[in-house]
T-cell receptor, first 114, second 113 residues
Framework: KNQVEQSPQSLIILEGKNCTLQ??????????LRWYKQDTGRGPVSLTI?????NTKSNGRYTATLDADTKQSSLHITASQLSDSASYIC?????????????FGTGTRLTIIP | NAGVMQNPRHLVRRRGQEARLRCSPM?????VYWYRQLPEEGLKFMVY????????ESGMPKERFSAEFPKEGPSILRIQQVVRGDSAAYFC???????????FGPGTRLTVT
């Protein structure tokens, strides 16, 4: 069982609508949780990084939340644009390690339609 | 400041051949990480290098795979005697010392025929 589970696997929404992507993790303890955006054929790009003590972090129209008690994180996208079509990946970094022990989720494939 | 560069972007090899994937980190970054992404799967850590040193290769298959990051030049991920199961996207990331941020390259898509 993957230590980072994301849902839904895929999502289609109309341009301009909001959406929320979910991430459940079992990696514990962890030092930070990240959300990445990966366009088709490209490498992941960091959207947010939250330490275990942070509850929310925003980056423009992207807002990530973290509940360390329930081991859940969400990424909320406001007023979606066509360019938001991509895979969104949740990544957890365990305590005591650097970037070499990151655990990646399989991502949510988001499609924005006009 | 150019981003992380990887080449080639696409590589086709026949079974048994060797594949060499190159990664040039961002300027000033001395930490390089290699990941493999199979279709419909998440990225999996392979190896972490600093200049002239392999720091952690716990994600590397024991045979046929090797990596280096020489004092001069790009980091190289080398796969000998490729098999069909090696077909995947290979991503390189770099980070500066003391930072948890990672910057990914565009990846090399390896196809083994």
């Amino acid at each position: 069982k993957n230590q980072v589970e994301q849902s839904p696997q895929s999502l289609i929404i109309l341009e301009g609508k909001n959406c929320t992507l979910q991430c459940n993790y079992t990696v514990s303890p962890f030092s930070n949780l990240r959300w990445y955006k990966q366009d088709t054929g490209r490498g992941p790009v960091s959207l947010t990084i939250m330490t275990f003590s942070e509850n929310t972090k925003s980056n423009g129209r992207y807002t990530a939340t973290l509940d360390a008690d329930t081991k859940q994180s969400s990424l909320h996208i406001t007023a979606s644009q066509l360019s938001d079509s991509a895979s969104y990946i949740c990544v957890v970094s365990p305590v005591g390690f650097g970037n070499e022990k990151l655990t990646f989720g399989t991502g949510t494939r988001l499609t924005i339609i006009p | 400041n150019a981003g992380v560069m990887q080449n080639p972007r696409h590589l086709v090899r026949r079974r048994g051949q060797e594949a060499r994937l190159r990664c040039s980190p961002m300027k000033g970054h001395s930490h390089v990480y290699w990941y493999r992404q199979l279709p419909e799967e998440g990225l999996k850590f392979m190896v972490y290098l600093q200049k002239e040193n392999i720091i952690d290769e716990s994600g590397m298959p024991k045979e046929r795979f090797s990596a280096e990051f020489p004092k001069e030049g790009p980091s190289i991920l080398r796969i000998q005697q490729v098999v069909r199961g090696d077909s995947a996207a290979y991503f390189c990331a770099s980070s500066p010392t003391g930072s948890s941020e990672q910057y990914f390259g565009p990846g090399t898509r390896l196809t083994v025929t």
